[in-house]
T-cell receptor, first 115, second 115 residues
Framework: DTGVSQDPRHKITKRGQNVTFRCDPI?????LYWYRQTLGQGPEFLTY????????KSRLLSDRFSAERPKGSFSTLEIQRTEQGDSAMYLC?????????????FGAGSRLTVL | AQKITQTQPGMFVQEKEAVTLDCTYDTSDQSYGLFWYKQPSSGEMIFLIY??????QNATEGRYSLNFQKARKSANLVISASQLGDSAMYFCAMREGGNTDKLIFGTGTRLQVFP
């Protein structure tokens, strides 16, 4: 069990560029979540998948954001035409939903800085 | 209205002493779950403890216990015998019932343990 892996850990980009983050969940976990955390705040839910199906999306996930989990394993989060307000830590988590508490295991995050 | 409120932006505690981190929540659901996560400076969210709304006993996990007062809608985290390694951000979170699987986080409390 290698935990939840996220790549890259840090990304600096210029406004208007596209960025993509990758998340590899714990292998036996079939739920995968994306959260965003800005400075001084708690994480905010963006979306989650069960296997390859995207089951819930937050209104925070504007049309510039798209998340995929094509084969029910790793996931990507793409942000198009980045804005300075997109600067944040993007956290991925995975879980086994039938466990009693459905505890999320988080990765170390991908920090995005938009200049 | 905020669903999770953590009113202590920062707390100090001496090593080996106990400390209580406050959390109040707001929900009209009867079925919900409450979580505490620790976030060290490395950024990874670490699960500490879970309390289900129907659990009659307060949850305990090693040095962590959750003081669950349902009528007051509070779920305070108690850390006994604080250690220097406990210095971190602590987040309270709630998952409501129904079809959602998102966690709603508070703004966190920064705990600093001094020798």
């Amino acid at each position: 069990d290698t935990g939840v892996s996220q790549d890259p850990r840090h990304k600096i980009t210029k406004r208007g560029q596209n960025v993509t983050f990758r998340c590899d969940p714990i292998s036996e976990h079939n739920r995968l979540y994306w959260y965003r955390q800005t400075l001084g705040q708690g994480p905010e839910f963006l979306t989650y998948f069960q296997n390859e199906a995207q089951l819930e999306k937050s209104r925070l996930l504007s049309d510039r954001f798209s998340a995929e989990r094509p084969k029910g394993s790793f996931s990507t989060l793409e942000i198009q035409r980045t804005e300075q307000g997109d600067s944040a830590m993007y956290l991925c988590a995975s879980s086994l939903p039938w466990a009693s508490a459905n505890v999320l295991t988080f990765g170390a995050g991908s920090r995005l800085t938009v200049l | 209205a905020q669903k999770i409120t953590q009113t202590q932006p920062g707390m100090f505690v001496q090593e080996k002493e106990a400390v209580t981190l406050d959390c109040t929540y707001d929900t009209s659901d009867q079925s919900y779950g409450l979580f505490w996560y620790k976030q060290p400076s490395s950024g990874e969210m670490i699960f500490l403890i879970y309390q289900g709304s129907y659990d009659e006993q307060n949850a305990t996990e090693g040095r962590y216990s959750l003081n669950f007062q349902k009528a007051r809608k509070s779920a305070n985290l108690v850390i006994s015998a604080s250690q220097l390694g406990d210095s971190a951000m602590y987040f309270c979170a709630m998952r409501e019932g129904g079809n959602t699987d998102k966690l709603i986080f508070g703004t966190g409390t920064r705990l600093q343990v001094f020798p």
